[in-house]
């Protein structure tokens, strides 16, 4: 919990850092939203993209050996349309 605290004609609040790590907010430009009932604090994604490659790394990591159950060979098998005149 935090409470705004006076900084000049403004006033702000503190953030506590684990909140602030949870959030991935740290070293972001801040967008401020009024919503009903409160005010919505999120980053500005200015490069959407940007850890994209550690994002798949992650994944990659979390489901090393794990056997991939998806049906992608049924759908590149196409021993089917050997009769399809083209």
């Known amino acids: 919990m935090t409470t705004l605290t006076p900084i000049g004609n403004s006033q702000g609040i503190r953030i506590p850092k684990p909140l602030i ?24 994604n200015q490069t959407p ?5 550690e994002n798949i790394q992650q994944v990659l990591a979390e489901y090393e050996n794990q056997k991939d159950e998806a049906l992608l060979s049924d759908f590149l098998d196409d021993s089917d349309l050997e009769a399809w005149q083209w």
Do not use: F, H, T, Y
Request: no cysteine; glycine share 4%; hydrophobic share 40%.
């Open 49 to 53: 993209r940007k850890q994209w490659s």
């Open 21 to 44: 790590k949870q959030a991935k907010l740290e070293n972001s430009d801040l967008e401020l939203i009024v919503i009903d009932k409160g005010l919505l604090i999120k980053p500005i």
